[in-house]
C-alpha cells in the first residue's frame, strides 16, 4: 500500500520567520495531495491541496510545492504567526495520512 | 457550510461490549470515511463508504465493522470493544466519488475502553 512519510515530527519558529514542512510518498500513481491543519481541541481542516498538473500552488502565506519525480511535496509557510501554532498533516491520494508535525510559533 | 456531526464527543465502554459511532452528514456527500487518530501515528483509515451500502476496507479494519443504509449516515461498529481500541475517532465526508477532493470532519468522538 501507499506510505507517506512526514518531516519534522515538531518545529518549533519564531514569530515572522517562515516554517517548511516535507513529506514522502511511495505510489508513483497518486496525482492529489492535500495538506490539514488541526487546531487543539478541534477537528483537521483542509488548508491547501494541489493536483500533480501543477509544481507550485499558493494562497497568501501558505503555498504547497510538489516534485513528482522525488515524490515529495512540500508546504510552506511564510511570516508565521501565533494563530499557526496547530499539528499539520499531508496525505496522499489514497487517503494515507503522514503522521503529523508539530508547529509551534513563538511570539 | 458543510456540516458533519457525530452522535457522541466522549465514550466510556467497558470490555467486550458492543459499541456503535454514529457519523452524520448535512451535504449529500457521496463519500464518507472513519479515521482513528493516536498521538504520533496520525490519522488512520478504519473503513470509507462511497455508496449507500457500498463499504472498503482501509488500513486498519481488525476489529471494526461499518454501516451504511442511508447516504448521510456512516456508522461505526466495535463489535467486541477492547483497551487498544482506546482512541478518537474521527469521520469524514467528501464530495466526489474519487478520492482526489477536500475531506470535512467532524468534531471526533474520544472512546475510553476499561
Redesign the interface.
Given at each position: 500500500?501507499e506510505n507517506v512519510e512526514?518531516h519534522p515530527?515538531t518545529l518549533s519558529v519564531q514569530e515572522g520567520d517562515s516554517a517548511v514542512i516535507k513529506c514522502t510518498y511511495s505510489d508513483s500513481a497518486s496525482?492529489?495531495f492535500?495538506w490539514?491543519k488541526q487546531e487543539l481541541g478541534?477537528?483537521?481542516?483542509?488548508i491547501i491541496?494541489i493536483?500533480s498538473n501543477v509544481g507550485e500552488k499558493k494562497d497568501q502565506r501558505i503555498a504547497v510545492t510538489l516534485n513528482k519525480t522525488a515524490k515529495h511535496f512540500s508546504l510552506h509557510i511564510t511570516e508565521t504567526q501565533p494563530e499557526d501554532s496547530a499539528v499539520y498533516?499531508c496525505?496522499g491520494?489514497?487517503?494515507?495520512?503522514?503522521?503529523?508535525t508539530k508547529l509551534t510559533v513563538n511570539p | 457550510d458543510v456540516k458533519v456531526t457525530q452522535s457522541s464527543r466522549y465514550l466510556v465502554k467497558r470490555t467486550g461490549e458492543k459499541v456503535f459511532l454514529e457519523c452524520v452528514q448535512d451535504m449529500d456527500h457521496e463519500n464518507m470515511?472513519w479515521?482513528r487518530q493516536d498521538p504520533?501515528?496520525?490519522?488512520?483509515?478504519i473503513y470509507?463508504s462511497y455508496d449507500v451500502k457500498m463499504k472498503e476496507k482501509?488500513?486498519i479494519p481488525e476489529g471494526y465493522s461499518v454501516s451504511r443504509e442511508k447516504k448521510e449516515r456512516f456508522s461505526l461498529i466495535l463489535e467486541s470493544a477492547s483497551t487498544n481500541q482506546t482512541s478518537m475517532y474521527?469521520c469524514a465526508s467528501s464530495l466526489w466519488r474519487d478520492?482526489?477532493?477536500?475531506?470535512y470532519?467532524?468534531?471526533?468522538t474520544r472512546l475510553t475502553v476499561t
Open positions: 500500500g512526514q515530527s496525482n492529489y492535500p490539514y478541534k477537528r483537521p481542516q483542509l491541496d493536483r498533516f496525505a491520494e489514497k487517503l494515507v495520512f503522514g503522521k503529523g | 470515511f479515521y504520533g501515528l496520525g490519522l488512520r483509515l470509507f482501509g488500513d474521527l478520492r482526489g477532493g477536500e475531506q470532519f467532524g468534531p471526533g
